[in-house]
T-cell receptor, first 113, second 115 residues
Framework: AQKVTQAQTEISVVEKEDVTLDCVYE???????LFWYKQPPSGELVFLIR??????QNEISGRYSWNFQKSTSSFNFTITASQVVDSAVYFC??????????FGKGTTLSVSS | NAGVTQTPKFRVLKTGQSMTLLCAQD?????MYWYRQDPGMGLRLIHY???????AKGEVPDGYNVSRLKKQNFLLGLESAAPSQTSVYFC??????????????FGNGTRLTVT
């Protein structure tokens, strides 16, 4: 069965600290996609990144970086030099064939100044 | 572009009442979805549609019905609301199935309280 586990329920850091959000997934599919979404306090869901199962290159976008490792079924998200505006709930999600995304339970990140 | 629009934004129902949540998208997307978000549970799929006139059950479909009479609209109905249906409901759409390349585009959510 498809499953996404975000073991960290809540993380609190001080501004400028680096923080890594963990995501572990289970799937029997050989081709699949992994996603990260951000949900700020305003409540909307914002797409951050998509990664397919054939591309294990790490990706960096500004202060954000993602580490995809098939060997450990992990797709971790790192924020470098965190800022207060990074405070949000972050969801990792896994494609489920033609149906829909399966989401983890989310990690609440609080960044204090 | 409006993207994905959900109406209403907030609603309070009494147990046993019925209501319909409307989702409209202007991106000509084939796929549409209804999720519910509950504290500590993440987002769980209620129903989804792979095209006009089609619907299918997701992870938590009981107590809900859906219809996709027009490509741009996806309606979620509660025939007899229960307190367990108190939640934030998100509609989403995508150009192709998420097993492909398309991310989901989400509406801003509807906060429903059933008393």
């Amino acid at each position: 069965a498809q499953k996404v586990t975000q073991a960290q329920t809540e993380i609190s850091v001080v501004e400028k600290e680096d923080v890594t959000l963990d995501c572990v997934y289970e799937t029997r599919d050989t081709t699949y996609y992994l996603f990260w979404y951000k949900q700020p306090p305003s409540g909307e869901l914002v797409f951050l990144i998509r990664r397919n199962s054939f591309d294990e290159q790490n990706e960096i976008s500004g202060r954000y970086s993602w580490n995809f490792q098939k060997s450990t079924s992990s797709f971790n998200f790192t924020i470098t030099a965190s800022q207060v505006v990074d405070s949000a709930v972050y969801f990792c999600a896994l494609s489920n064939g033609p149906r829909a995304l399966i989401f983890g339970k989310g990690t609440t990140l609080s960044v204090s100044s | 572009n409006a993207g994905v629009t959900q109406t209403p934004k907030f609603r309070v129902l009494k147990t046993g009442q019925s209501m319909t949540l409307l989702c409209a998208q202007d991106m000509n997307h084939e796929y549409m979805y209804w999720y519910r978000q509950d504290p500590g549970m993440g987002l769980r799929l209620i129903h989804y549609s792979v095209g006009e006139g089609t619907t299918a059950k997701g992870e938590v479909p009981d107590g809900y019905n859906v219809s996709r009479l027009k490509k741009q609209n996806f309606l979620l109905g509660l025939e007899s609301a229960a307190p367990s249906q108190t939640s934030v409901y998100f509609c989403a759409s995508s150009y192709s199935a998420p097993g492909g390349k398309s991310p989901l585009h989400f509406g801003n959510g509807t906060r429903l309280t059933v008393t």
